[in-house]
């Protein structure tokens, strides 16, 4: 069997900017945000310039520090997939 290829996942144009002025609301900088969600800064600014979609793990992260509305928390987490990053089958069973 050989190796699994999962396709990169595109997220939404307006998912960047949104948790961008999210962070910039609460009153954090990248790195200080990136800090208190556990996350590499580079990783932060990647989600934020719509290059990543975040697992369902780090969206459910972001939204508390982040201190997501409703509707923001919706949008994220209609992004976030299941089955990447800290979420990958691979990394709950280590």
């Not at 050989?2 to 396709?7: D, L, M, N, S, T």
């Not at 990248?30 to 969206?59: I, M």
């Amino acid at each position: 069997m050989g190796p699994i290829v999962r396709q990169r996942r595109i997220p939404p144009p307006e998912l960047g900017p949104m948790l961008g002025r999210a962070r910039l609301r609460a009153g954090y900088r990248l790195r200080e945000a990136a800090r208190l969600a556990g996350l590499n800064p580079s990783y932060l600014f990647k989600l934020e310039s719509s290059q990543r979609v975040p697992s369902r793990t780090v969206a459910e992260i972001l939204a508390e520090v982040l201190r997501l509305d409703e509707a923001e928390r919706a949008q994220l987490f209609a992004a976030a997939v299941g089955d990447a990053g800290r979420d990958h089958p691979l990394k709950r069973s280590a």
